[in-house]
């Protein structure tokens, strides 16, 4: 008698009332906590397709925001207005500057664009094992950074590129992300997925039953790279300011810790790490300005909120180490499960639900009373 | 004439950096050798150290020598928590668990230090007997770089012997062979990891005073970039082997000043870019760096 046995309950909580949080977010965008749902979007795209590489396959990338940049500056320089790109970005080719694709398109351009780069990077890399992806990745986010911040005729340099469309609405930002989702989900379960799982488990073994060790590190550092594009672009046209200093180490470490927390091997891990990672800090943003705790004022503590979470990484790590979803994948299937849809219709889920809320509440009720007597 | 002066020139900057590279790279390699784990923390090691030394000269006007030691000692206390706290725990986990948990407890210092002091860069100037010039033909060298230049050579020199001679070496030595094995063997190999982040983070700091003198100015986030860059030392070197370590410093910082130096002025903002390709590239024609061997190299 568990409630996660209800398929009615899995739709209340998975689908119907996030469904309902995005529709009051897209009928109000443009609001501060619209924004925030929509950050939470996109980081679910971002940590999912890094669980693709650093949960499912046993690689350890830290690059992911190296990618976010190229899909981010790609999108801009397909969506921007041309009038726009001759003062911002003059060096660009003049076939360039007077290009303007749907938005959608660029968001898959840029995409593609940051696989090709994932390609070029992980051929020579994924060939060492263990730590050395890790510090050639970070590696990466430094070289992008660098061609992002000195290119000033291309990137208009530190400054940025400013005043992009905001085109990634609640719409387009959830659309994505459960695409993304759903896509990832299939990969995981098919023959592919389960080789790459294989890898992770144990190389050699994966190897003697013929499974391409170096295909299958480079394609799922691929498919992880383009989402992570994807995820860029939309994050630029949200924030409508990008720059190379938002896609920088830090930002980096941010998508890897909230996979971590999540749970990196476990699509549902992203969700819930993103949706912890998104709101907790902030509820912690006060302490960073000065709160007052029962009458005392505190002094304003720069940076207590990555304190914090940095605290809070160290405690799961250790305690449970495969973060707080594990392996359970119970989002991603209630999600794409037509069982949890069909449950709407039928009379006896709604029998076996109120079965299994009275049970809990008579559970409870014997346990307060024992404690009682 | 004058292009091979500017050429001579811009290599002993880059011995200058690069005996700094080398310092915190030998204290990376003695970690990584044994532990395996990339420890992301070792950079703001550094950047805990001259913070004490700032603290302590700035406000109590304590002399250099004795604000050195102390900040050897804090940071070694530092390294050692650390150590306690956040990597013991995770010794029986695989590689990744170590590397996330040294992640945060690297972002943990940073901020920590930015609570604590203000995220603001602050001016950090050495005694005037330390940063005074002398000039040997067209090279200009203070006190402190030719200081910092014997101390790499000193410390490689006791760091051999005492890895070669002495029974805390030996049992250095054979954990970094197997860890599991020496633990069979009846050697404490918390002891062996204890010694081996007591020095890297005394080699810290004491590297953080060199490169704070360097460049004048210090703030909480100056140490995880030549950490990295540290890092990369020791991985061009050949990672495990202390000597390697010293070279792979070397030429990283060669390599880095030279970059800066001679190519045109548009190119050089790419420094920090050049290291990473420049690790890559030799990554790819010696998978197990320059002084590696396979053993001794990743697992």
């Known amino acids: ?373 | 004439m004058d292009g091979f002066i500017y050429f001579l020139i811009q290599t002993v900057n880059g011995l200058k950096l690069g005996s700094v590279y080398a310092i915190v790279a030998v204290g990376y390699s003695m970690v990584y050798g044994i532990l395996r784990l990339i420890n992301f923390a070792h950079g703001d090691i550094m950047t805990v150290g001259v913070y004490t030394i700032l603290v302590l000269m700035t406000a109590f006007g304590v002399p250099l020598w004795i604000t050195v030691l102390l900040s050897v000692v804090i940071a070694i206390v530092v390294g050692l928590a650390t150590e306690r706290i956040a990597y013991r725990p995770l010794r029986t986990a695989g590689e990744e668990a170590t590397l996330i948990s040294s992640l945060a407890v690297s972002i943990f210092l940073q901020n920590l230090i930015m609570m604590l002091f203000s995220p603001q860069r602050r001016a950090f100037h050495l005694p005037e007997y330390l940063s005074r010039l002398h000039t040997i033909g067209f090279i200009k060298l203070s006190t402190m770089n030719i200081i910092t230049f014997a101390a790499v050579f000193i410390i490689l020199i006791v760091l051999s012997l005492v890895i070669k001679k002495t029974r805390i070496g030996m049992a250095m030595r054979a954990c970094s062979d197997n860890l599991n094995a020496s633990k069979l063997m009846g050697i404490n190999i918390n002891a062996v990891i204890v010694t081996a982040f007591a020095i890297g983070s005394g080699l810290a700091a004491l590297s953080g005073l060199m490169l704070a003198g360097e460049y004048k100015t210090i703030d909480p986030l100056m140490g995880f970039v030549p950490g990295l860059k540290a890092f990369c030392a020791a991985v061009l070197g050949g990672i495990g082997s202390l000597s390697g370590a010293v070279l792979g410093g070397f030429i990283l910082g060669i390599a880095e000043m030279l970059f800066a130096g001679l190519m045109p002025t548009d190119l050089t903002a790419y420094r920090d870019a050049f290291v990473f390709v420049l690790l890559i590239l030799v990554l790819l024609v010696r998978p197990y760096g320059i002084l590696g061997s396979k053993e001794g190299g990743r697992s």
């Open chain 1, 1 to 373: 008698m568990r409630l996660r046995d209800s398929d009615l309950f899995r739709f209340i909580v998975f689908v119907l009332i996030p469904l309902i949080v995005i529709v009051i977010c897209g009928f109000s965008s443009g609001s501060y906590y619209a924004g925030l749902v929509n950050l939470f979007g996109i980081n679910v795209i971002l940590v999912a397709s890094l669980n693709l590489v650093n949960g499912f396959s046993g690689m350890f990338s830290m690059g992911h925001a190296a990618f976010m940049a190229i899909g981010a500056y790609a999108a801009a320089i397909l969506t921007l207005p041309a009038n726009q790109k001759l003062i911002s970005m003059p060096g660009l080719p003049e076939w360039l500057i007077y290009m303007k694709l749907p938005y959608p398109v660029a968001l898959i351009i840029g995409g593609i664009l940051a696989a090709i780069v994932a390609l070029l990077i992980g051929f020579p890399v994924l060939r060492f094992k263990g730590h050395y992806l890790s510090v050639a990745t970070i590696g990466l986010i430094v070289i992008v950074r660098a061609v992002l911040d000195n290119e000033d005729q291309l990137t208009n340099g530190a400054r940025g590129v400013t005043g992009l469309p905001n085109y990634a609405s609640t719409w387009i930002i959830f659309g994505t992300a459960v695409i993304c989702l759903f896509i990832l989900y299939r990969l995981i379960r098919s023959s592919y997925g389960r080789g790459l799982i294989a890898m992770r488990d144990d190389y050699v073994a994966a190897q003697t039953i013929g499974i391409n060790l170096t295909t299958k590190k480079i394609s799922a550092f691929c498919i992880s790279a383009f989402m992570a594009g994807v995820a860029g672009g939309l994050w630029g046209h949200m924030q409508s300011v990008i720059s190379g200093k938002f896609f920088y180490i830090d930002a980096s470490f941010k998508i890897v810790e909230t996979s971590i927390i999540g749970g990196m091997s476990s699509l549902s891990g992203a969700v819930v790490g993103s949706l912890l990672m998104t709101f907790i800090p902030e509820l912690l943003a006060p302490l960073e300005t000065g709160i007052e705790v029962f009458g005392i004022r505190l002094p304003e503590l720069y940076g207590a909120s990555n304190l914090i979470m940095a605290a809070l990484l160290i405690v799961i790590i250790i305690f449970r180490r495969q973060g707080i979803m594990g392996y359970s994948e119970i989002i991603t299937e209630s999600l794409f499960s037509a069982k949890t849809y069909s449950s709407v219709l039928k009379k006896s889920e709604y029998k076996k639900l109120c079965d299994i809320v009275a049970y809990k509440i008579k559970v409870f009720r014997s346990r307060l009373k024992s404690k009682g007597a």
